[in-house]
Structure formats: C-alpha cells, structure tokens
T-cell receptor, first 115, second 113 residues
Framework: AQTVTQSQPEMSVQEAETVTLSCTYD???????LFWYKQPPSRQMILVIR??????QNATENRFSVNFQKAAKSFSLKISDSQLGDTAMYFC????????????FGKGTKLSVIP | EPEVTQTPSHQVTQMGQEVILRCVPI?????FYWYRQILGQKVEFLVS????????KSEIFDDQFSVERPDGSNFTLKIRSTKLEDSAMYFC???????????FGQGTRLTVV
C-alpha cells in the first residue's frame, strides 16, 4: 500500500515571499502520478498541479512549481510570490498507475499567508 | 468551466437514519469516486465506480454504504444506518480517465446527532 507523508502540519509565509511545502511518499510502483490539491476555508478540493512519474521535467503552473525527486520519493511544492488567496490546506496525493483508481492523500499542511 | 455538483451542502441526520448524498459528475467523465474527510483529518478514499459497478472500495466502505448511478447524470452515496462516526465531509469526484485530474465537488457536510 502506498503512503504519503507531509511532515509540516502548519507553515506561514509573508505575502510576496516564496514557500516550499514538503511531501514524501512510499511506493513500489514505477509508474504513478502525484498531485497537490488546495483546500481553502470553503473546503472545496482544487487541483493545483500534477506530475507524472515518468516525466523527468518538473511540472509548473504559473506561481506553483514542484521539485520531483523520484529516487528520493519526494514531491515538494513551491509557491512563489505568495498571495493572501493562497491561504489554505494543501494536500499531497498519490495516484497509482497500476490499475488502482484511488488517490492516497497526505495529512495536509496548513499554509497561512501573512500580509 | 465544467464542475462536479453535490447536494445537499449540509445534512444533519439522527443516528440510525438513512442518508443519501447526491452528486452530478462532469458529463463526459467515466470514473466516479467518493472520498471522506473527518474534520481535521486527511481525505480518505471510499469507493470508485466505473461502467455501472464498483471498481475499488476501501475498508471504510462496509455494508452500510452503497453507491448507485440511477440515471445518466446522478451518482449517489447511501449510508444505510448512520453512526456518529460517519460525521464528516463527503466529497464526490470524477475523472475522464483514471489518474488524470480528479475534479472534486464542493462537498457535503454530514452531521450525525
């Protein structure tokens, strides 16, 4: 079974600064997918960024980028130019490429952007 | 932009009562999911559904739970006899293909009293 670990329960960052959220995972699969989801106070789950394990290039989406280290099983999220609207819970999630459709989530990191 | 819609947004029910949570997935999606999030905890997988049958289910998804796609648009989660520990946020999600972006609904907050 896969596990996803987010070791930072809470983080804070000054507006306009950069912050990195950590995520590690454990799997025996070689082909899989990784996601970061954002959950604002409204509690809706919003996809931030997605990475396929077979791709060496790190995914980027505007101010959001990942540092995917496959050998280390690490998948961190970097948020640049933090904005007040980035305040939310951030969940790292693992998706198997081996026929299992479920996502396995980490416990989340609560990010607060301070004005 | 297409979205997954869940109703109701909040449901309060008495212990032992049956509840049905409703979801309208994105229209051209084929895979449907229910997840649960107990307050302050992580999101947990309950069940996946494809081609009118359950693809996978977790240990949480016991005989008290069932899912159905009664027509071409709705996807429902039924809890037969609710327990206090069923109180949680329930999220419906759908994907066009497995492991592509899962679009989540806004969730139904279930409170069992």
């Amino acid at each position: 079974a896969q596990t996803v670990t987010q070791s930072q329960p809470e983080m804070s960052v000054q507006e306009a600064e950069t912050v990195t959220l950590s995520c590690t995972y454990d799997t025996s699969e070689s082909n899989y997918y990784l996601f970061w989801y954002k959950q604002p106070p409204s509690r809706q789950m919003i996809l931030v960024i997605r990475q396929e394990a077979y791709k060496q290039q790190n995914a980027t989406e505007n101010r959001f980028s990942v540092n995917f280290q496959k050998a280390a099983k690490s998948f961190s999220l970097k948020i640049s130019d933090s904005q007040l609207g980035d305040t939310a819970m951030y969940f790292c999630a693992f998706g198997s490429g081996a026929g299992s459709y479920q996502l396995t989530f980490g416990k989340g990191t609560k990010l607060s952007v301070i004005p | 932009e297409p979205e997954v819609t869940q109703t109701p947004s909040h449901q309060v029910t008495q212990m032992g009562q049956e509840v049905i949570l409703r979801c309208v997935p994105i229209s051209n999606h084929l895979y449907f999911y229910w997840y649960r999030q107990i307050l302050g905890q992580k999101v947990e997988f309950l069940v996946s559904f494809y081609n009118n049958e359950i693809s996978e289910k977790s240990e949480i998804f016991d005989d008290q739970f069932s899912v159905e796609r009664p027509d071409g648009s709705n996807f429902t989660l039924k809890i037969r006899s609710t327990k206090l520990e069923d109180s949680a946020m329930y999220f419906c999600a759908s994907t066009g293909l497995p492991n592509t972006e899962a679009f989540f609904g806004q969730g139904t907050r279930l409170t069992v009293v």
